[in-house]
């Protein structure tokens, strides 16, 4: 059998971090999103489990609510949707909303227990709170020996991190796959895949940082057999965290292909002497483009220490005397200080 594998959706996802480009990143998840149906169609799938946090939180607005649920509704395959840990199964949460009894090919799996999917039994491990140390897929080696002599495909669902990887995000440890054929995960955004288990990551990245994120899973499985896994890209922005010197700066925002739909989270570091400031310049030019989102942070930028030459470009007086004084305490303080009177020579 074939299964799309998505998860982390995060609907209605503020984005606050990004200012005015946020609906930019808004608008791209869902767009994002609406790419599954059409990918289960496309490459004919039996059924897609979207592996929790559909919605960034429970408060998120009802008419997004609908358009998720309408948007699935479309697909041409049956649709499992798991609560996951920002989108828990509590009181007053997004699943108690009628439009999901309305979805007839669309399930919220609220319930621990074995789910009859035709070819598959699903074993869905539903949050119902934020953070937990238990691990959600404790039940299932339980349930699969009454149910493994069954001549189908044992699929587990559930929202964590794998127990005993280090610098895994926190809450919700999930034990190895058991003995199923495939066990499906969602909470970390990038996509990895561990043997049976594996991570879709989030279909659009939602900040820096995130490696191999922006995909859905296609996943093929057979009984007893390894699954075999084909990562669709369906990011529709492109995220880039630049940290390195001024150069290096520069040759990486000229390599871009895409800017409008690119954001830049740069850094730049090193020693800045007099003769680096038109490249500066350029930097400073190439990031007012038209990337979606640019920062600029130059705090880790500290004029050359052996170069007085652009002192001397100040005008007389107090700044010029402020920068020479400055140029002697050599701490980072001073460093700061220097940068900005850097800053107030002609351009």
């Known amino acids: 059998m074939r299964l799309l594998h998505t998860a982390d959706w995060q609907i209605g996802m503020k984005a606050a971090h990004l200012g005015v480009a946020a609906w930019r990143a808004r608008e791209a998840r869902l767009d994002a999103a609406r790419e599954i149906p059409r990918l289960a169609a496309e490459h004919r799938v039996d059924l897609i489990v979207v592996a929790g946090d559909t919605f960034e939180h429970n408060g998120v607005d009802r008419r997004a609510v609908r358009e998720v649920a309408e948007m699935l509704q479309r697909a041409p395959c049956p649709v499992y949707v798991l609560p996951g840990n920002h989108d828990p199964l509590e009181t007053g949460s997004v699943w108690e ?3 999901w009894s309305e979805s007839g090919n669309v399930e919220v799996l609220r319930v621990p227990e074995p789910v009859d999917a035709g070819a598959a ?6 949050l119902t709170e934020r953070w937990s140390n238990n691990d959600p897929t404790a039940w299932i080696p ?4 009454a149910d493994l002599a069954a001549d189908r495909i044992h699929i587990g669902v559930a929202h964590g991190s794998i127990a005993g990887v280090p610098n895994a995000e926190r809450g919700h440890p999930v034990a190895a796959a058991h003995s199923l054929d495939y066990l499906a995960l969602g909470h970390w955004h990038s ?4 043997g049976r288990t594996a991570y879709s990551g989030t279909p659009e990245p939602s900040r820096f940082g995130e490696r191999e ?3 859905v899973l296609l996943v093929d499985i057979e009984r007893g057999a390894e699954p075999m896994f084909q990562t669709i890209r369906t990011g529709k922005l492109v995220w880039i965290a630049i940290d390195g010197s001024l150069r290096e700066a520069v040759r990486e925002l000229e390599s871009i292909a895409d800017p409008a739909s690119t954001l830049i989270d740069c850094r730049v570091n090193g020693f800045l002497a007099a003769g680096d400031q038109s ?3 350029r930097l400073e030019r190439l990031l007012a483009g038209p990337f979606v989102h640019a920062r600029l942070d130059r705090s880790a930028l500290l ?4 170069d007085d030459q652009w002192v001397a470009q100040l005008p007389p007086g107090y700044l010029r005397e402020a920068a ?3 140029r002697g305490h050599g701490d980072e303080t001073a460093a700061g200080a220097l940068l900005e009177l850097y800053g107030l020579l002609p351009r």
């Open 97 to 99: 909303q009628p439009v």
């Open 121 to 126: 039994i699903l074993y869905p491990c539903p």
């Open 142 to 145: 339980s349930a699969l020996g």
């Open 191 to 194: 996509t990895a895949i561990y």
């Open 213 to 215: 994120s922006g995909n």
């Open 279 to 281: 490249m500066l310049e």
């Open 303 to 306: 004029p050359a220490p052996d």
């Open 324 to 326: 020479a004084r400055l």
